[in-house]
């Protein structure tokens, strides 16, 4: 029978130690390997924790499945920023651009509660309400309403 491990790495800077490590050690497998495709297949999201899956059937191969960081994540890492903002209404740290919030949309919208683009932008938009980060300049409440008067339905449309 195959055994699964889901751990949470940091994208590109996986380790042999805990929690890849004990969970793999007794699989007889070669951790080290399946370390460095971890960090190879993770590089992109490099600062970002990582949901990481790591199947190994009964002969010894090992299946890994990347997952897509959290939203909160990768609205940080587009907007620049280190830490969402202790007064997220009151106190903005970061501006997105609408085209990043419409690639990270594409990114997760397999993973998001949103059938259309449209819907997973405003999500990600919502996002932003949370963390403290502005769209296109505005509060993400203003842009949330733009994006229902379809002001951006041009950026939207695919």
Excluded at 40 to 59: E, H, L, R, S
Excluded at 70 to 98: I, R
Excluded at 128 to 152: H, M, N, Q, W, Y
């Amino acid at each position: 029978m195959a055994e699964q491990v889901e751990v949470l790495v940091p994208g590109g800077k996986a380790t042999a130690g805990p929690p890849i490590g004990p969970a793999l050690g007794p699989l007889g497998i070669n951790v080290k390997q399946v370390v460095d495709d971890i960090n190879k297949q993770t590089a992109d999201f490099n600062g970002m924790q990582v949901p990481v899956t790591i199947t190994v059937d009964d002969k010894k191969n090992v299946t890994i499945s990347i997952g897509i960081p959290p939203t909160t994540a990768l609205v940080k890492k587009e907007a620049g920023v280190e830490k969402g903002s202790a007064e997220p209404n009151t106190n903005f740290v970061g501006n997105l651009p609408m085209e990043a919030a419409v690639r990270i949309a594409r990114m997760k919208l397999n993973d998001m509660l949103s059938y259309e683009l449209k819907t997973a932008v405003k999500e990600v938009v919502g996002t932003c309400v949370s963390v403290g980060v502005t769209v296109e300049g505005r509060r993400p409440k203003e842009v949330l309403a733009a994006i229902d008067a379809g002001e951006f339905d041009g950026m939207l449309s695919a």
